[in-house]
C-alpha cells in the first residue's frame, strides 16, 4: 500500500484526526499510518463589546480562536453593572486588572508613660578605704566590701488619672562641705558629712472613702 494522509485538523476535546488512503488500493491495512492523536489546546478567547446593563447584569460574546471546543466561562461573559457605559474589550488578555481597595489602618503610638521621682532607700555593698598599719595612716590603698543603706532618688510610673499633690518632706542625705584650714581660710578640701535637707516632693492624692451610712432601727409597738 502507498499510503497518503491529510493534515491534522483541528485540536477538539484534547484529541486531532486527519485521513489516510491507499493510492494502489490494495484492500489492506498493512503499515496504515495513525488517524488520531492527543493534543493540548489553549483557547484564545476574542470577546466582544458588553453589552447594554440588564438589571444589574451585562454580558458579552466569546469565541476560541483556536477552536478548542470548550465553552468560555462565565468569568469573563457576564459581570455586574450599576448602569454605567462599559468600555469595549475585544482581547481577555489585555484586561487591566481591577485596583485594589484595601486600606492601611494607621499606626496607633502609645502614649508616654507618666513617671515620678521617689526617694528611696536600699542596702548596698560598698568599697570603703581602710587606714594602713602604720602610724602617720596616710596609705590609704587597702579597700575591704561592707553592706551600707543607700538612698536616692528613683523613677517611678504614676497611675493615669491620679490627682497628685506637692508635700514638704525633709530626708537625711551624705553631703560634701569645704573644710577650713589652718589659716582659718578656705582651702579646696572636702569632706562628707550627713546633713538633713528638706524639700517639695510629688505625692498622689488619696481619695476619702465614703462612710457607710448608719439606719437607726426604732421599734414599733402595736
Do not use: H
Request: charged share 20%; net charge positive.
Amino acid at each position: 500500500p502507498l499510503w497518503q494522509c491529510t493534515e491534522w485538523g483541528q485540536c477538539t476535546s484534547g484529541a486531532q484526526a486527519r485521513t489516510c488512503t491507499d493510492q494502489n488500493n490494495c484492500g489492506v491495512n498493512d503499515g496504515r499510518p495513525a488517524e488520531s492523536q492527543s493534543c493540548s489546546c489553549v483557547p484564545d478567547w476574542q470577546c466582544s463589546s458588553w453589552g447594554e446593563c440588564s438589571g444589574t447584569i451585562q454580558s458579552r460574546t466569546c469565541t476560541d480562536g483556536n477552536q478548542c471546543g470548550e465553552q468560555p466561562p462565565q468569568s469573563i461573559t457576564v459581570q455586574p453593572c450599576d448602569g454605567v457605559p462599559p468600555n469595549p474589550v475585544t482581547d481577555l488578555r489585555a484586561t487591566p486588572p481591577p485596583p485594589s481597595t484595601s486600606t492601611v489602618s494607621p499606626v496607633q503610638t502609645p502614649a508616654p508613660k507618666l513617671t515620678k521621682l521617689v526617694r528611696r532607700c536600699w542596702t548596698a555593698k560598698v568599697k570603703v578605704k581602710v587606714a594602713a598599719s602604720s602610724v602617720k595612716k596616710t596609705a590609704l590603698a587597702n579597700t575591704k566590701i561592707v553592706r551600707k543603706k543607700v538612698c536616692g532618688l528613683v523613677r517611678r510610673p504614676v497611675q493615669s488619672g491620679q490627682p497628685m499633690k506637692l508635700v514638704r518632706r525633709c530626708w537625711t542625705a551624705n553631703v560634701k562641705v569645704n573644710v577650713a584650714g589652718s589659716n582659718g581660710k578656705t582651702t579646696a578640701l572636702a569632706k562628707t558629712v550627713r546633713k538633713k535637707i528638706c524639700g517639695l516632693v510629688r505625692r498622689p492624692v488619696k481619695t476619702a472613702q465614703q462612710k457607710p451610712t448608719v439606719i437607726k432601727a426604732v421599734s414599733v409597738r402595736q
